[in-house]
């Protein structure tokens, strides 16, 4: 029979291999890292549930009694007939007549023979039923372990199939609205509610079936291609290093054997010539000659040089572009206009954190609200911000004066603002033009989008770099050829 942990173990195994079959195409490393993650708590929940919901407390406390009275006192009729009785307590379905007809009949016979075997017998009874209530006991408790365990199972599947259900719905979802996979994702996304999924569900249906919208996002989004300009930047530095150089004068270890007469440093076997009359006059005639074998010793010494080297650096000089994108969420924009102004948001958005470019979003009517799309945010940010809506009236100049800030920091130079608007509003301030112009001088440029035509004559000529028109109803774009080519410039 498996152990409790066996069957822990392969259900465990065989709910992720579950979901990593009916989730395939969805499942990726941090996905994967938080299903492994609840399912190793449903695992530490689940033991700790059959050890504290374990129904047979009472019946084990009275089995581990009854057998250490065994022990200790032995068997007779009574204790048997109790053991039997909460035996049947705990097995209903249990026929115990069998220990009991035994009983009686050993007693039966002992009165009979007057053997004196009464003892031994009751004993060997006792031994079996409760040998038989021990293996009935645990067979009980192992068969409510396992129902424990499936039904277990069968809600952290259900609690882990719907999540990733929803986590698909939404995926499907971005995906219609041409974000692309992994863009601004975590696993908070989990977490979106059904009237989020309708929100992405409704902004995606703007743009699923208008292949205008489509092309507008893919325009905006990559904007003005930034041509990086590379110059070379020559750099001379002086290294000192130490090197370590020969030293015949230093005799600190032993580096071969040369022929000599230093005495101090003789090979040990030419001083054994010196023991026999005979060979020591060998031993004068190498003395002679110079020829005597020596240990050859030297030692080392640092020294410090200097080299000048030249490094040449190659510096960037441009980076692609931040992203600063205004949506107008006032009253006159309510409906299909703020839908679709917020369906190219998300569309623009995701595609400039694709871009690795910085992207800050700034939400207005006469109040703003805003959000920096740098990690830690997610997906779930951005839908959290872009579910606010204003519906009062409408200033643009608190949005721009915000993001005019923005676009002097050092994260958002070079910025390009996009202004989504029904452009139902006063003319742009002569203060905030001078700005922008400011802006301009640093290489930030400055665009527009009108959700329908009825406020694009507001738009002067000199406050936009350029200009498009979207009409919800004909879902016609006005675009300029110049305008397509200022957006492609150097690309």
């Known amino acids: 029979m498996k152990s409790i942990d066996d069957v822990i173990n392969v259900e465990h195994k065989e709910i992720k291999e579950h979901l990593e079959s009916e989730f395939n195409k969805l499942l990726c490393g941090e996905l994967e890292q938080k299903i492994s993650d609840n399912l190793q708590e449903w695992e530490i929940g689940l033991r700790q549930s059959l050890f504290k919901d374990m129904p047979f407390r009472e019946q084990r406390q009275r089995l581990n009694y009854a057998e250490l009275d065994f022990k200790t006192h032995g068997a007779t009729n009574e204790s048997i007939n109790e053991d039997l009785k909460y035996f049947k307590e705990l097995a209903p379905e249990e026929d115990v007549s069998f220990w009991v007809g035994k009983c009686k009949k050993a007693i039966s016979d002992d009165k009979k023979t007057l053997s004196n075997n009464l003892d031994q017998e009751l004993s060997y009874i006792r031994r079996n039923e409760q040998e038989v209530w021990r293996r009935t006991y645990e067979k009980k408790v192992f068969e409510w372990q396992l129902k424990r365990i499936q039904e277990e199972r069968d809600n952290i599947l259900k609690k882990l199939k719907d999540w990733l259900k929803k986590i698909e719905e939404i995926n499907d979802a971005l995906n219609e609205l041409g974000v692309e996979p992994g863009v601004l994702w975590d696993t908070s996304i989990g977490t979106l509610c059904s009237s989020d999924i309708s929100f992405l569900k409704q902004w995606a249906e703007y743009l699923k079936n208008n292949s205008n919208v489509k092309k507008l996002c893919e325009m905006i989004g990559r904007m003005k291609k930034e041509q990086k300009s590379l110059k070379e930047e020559i750099i001379k530095t002086t290294t000192t290093y130490r090197t370590a150089v020969p030293d015949i004068s230093s005799k ?240």
């Not at 580096?255 to 101090?264: H, P």
């Open 252 to 491: 600190e270890e032993i580096i071969g054997i040369e022929l000599g007469r230093d005495i101090e440093n003789l090979v040990p076997h030419e001083f054994s010539l010196m023991g026999d009359d005979d060979t020591s006059i060998l031993f004068d005639l190498k003395f002679v000659e110079n020829r005597l074998m020596c240990f050859s010793k030297q030692g080392y010494s640092e020294t410090e040089e200097e080299l000048e080297i030249e490094e040449v650096h190659m510096i960037e000089d441009q980076r692609n572009g931040p992203m600063v994108i205004c949506v107008d969420t006032s009253g006159s924009m309510a409906g299909a206009p703020e839908n679709i102004a917020k369906a190219i948001t998300l569309s623009l958005s995701s595609k400039a954190v694709s871009q690795k470019r910085n992207c800050y979003l700034i939400n207005f009517s006469t109040k703003i609200c805003t959000i920096d799309l740098t990690p830690p945010k997610g997906m779930k940010d951005l839908i959290d911000f872009l579910k606010l809506s204003f519906h009062g009236g409408t200033d643009i100049h608190p949005a721009l004066s915000h993001g005019l800030a923005m676009m002097k920091q050092e994260d958002y130079e070079k910025a390009d603002m996009l202004v989504i608007s029904d452009f139902v509003m006063p003319n742009i301030s002569d203060d905030h033009l001078k700005l922008m112009n400011e802006c301009r001088s640093k290489k930030c440029k400055f665009y527009s989008l009108s959700i329908g035509s009825f406020g694009a004559h507001a738009i002067s000529n000199n406050v936009f770099d350029n200009n498009w028109t979207y009409e919800p109803k004909s879902g016609s774009i006005n675009l300029l050829n110049k305008i397509v080519d200022d957006i492609f410039e150097g690309s």
